[in-house]
């Protein structure tokens, strides 16, 4: 039984189902979870359910998940957030979190001067090294961390505009205002 924490579109349940019993995949945004739900409608996938919820009080038991995911969502944002991550893991249950380091968008920070985990990128501060501790912290034992670099890319500046108007990647996105950037 997983967890997605952030799914934001759902494209990440949707492709492992097949490898769950059940997923609840979850993201504080309603527009993102519209858009999740209307992606899980077009496939026939029956054993995930998408959900608002706020990732600092998530609506379930304690120890009800066997993974919690975190693909660029807000699970080690802070002790808060990680916190109920641990609170719903089974007891021996795995957190994977594919996080957003300083690195993530670097192009797109640069472009508009500001971003998240900004602050990191230009005073060459390593994230992971701020989330192992706050793991530490909160009780998780074992764990491997491992730094990763990816490249994404967007189809059409729709695409990339409709990313950074539902995420915290560019902080108070405004269409007219950042038209120039």
Request: charged content about 35%.
């Amino acid at each position: 039984i997983v967890i997605d924490i952030g799914t934001a579109d759902g494209r990440l349940p949707l492709m492992i189902a097949d490898r769950a019993k059940r997923i609840v995949a979850i993201d504080i945004s309603e527009i993102m979870i519209k858009k999740a739900t209307e992606n899980l409608g077009r496939t026939k996938v029956g054993n995930v359910r998408f959900e608002v919820a706020d990732a600092r009080h998530l609506p379930f038991p304690d120890k009800s998940f066997d993974v919690a995911i975190s693909r660029r969502g807000p699970a080690t944002s802070d002790t808060d957030f990680l916190g109920e991550v641990y609170r719903i893991l089974k007891s021996g249950g795995d957190f994977v979190e594919i996080t957003i380091g300083e690195r993530d968008k670097e192009n797109i920070k640069k472009i508009f001067g500001r971003g998240q985990n900004y602050e990191c990128l230009i005073e060459n501060r390593k994230e992971v090294v701020r989330k192992k501790k706050m793991l530490e912290d909160v009780g998780f034992g074992k764990m491997e961390l491992k730094e990763i670099e990816c490249v994404e890319y967007y189809e059409t500046m729709e695409d990339l505009i409709f990313l950074l108007q539902n995420t915290p990647i560019i902080p108070d996105f405004d269409i007219k205002k950042d038209r120039d950037y």
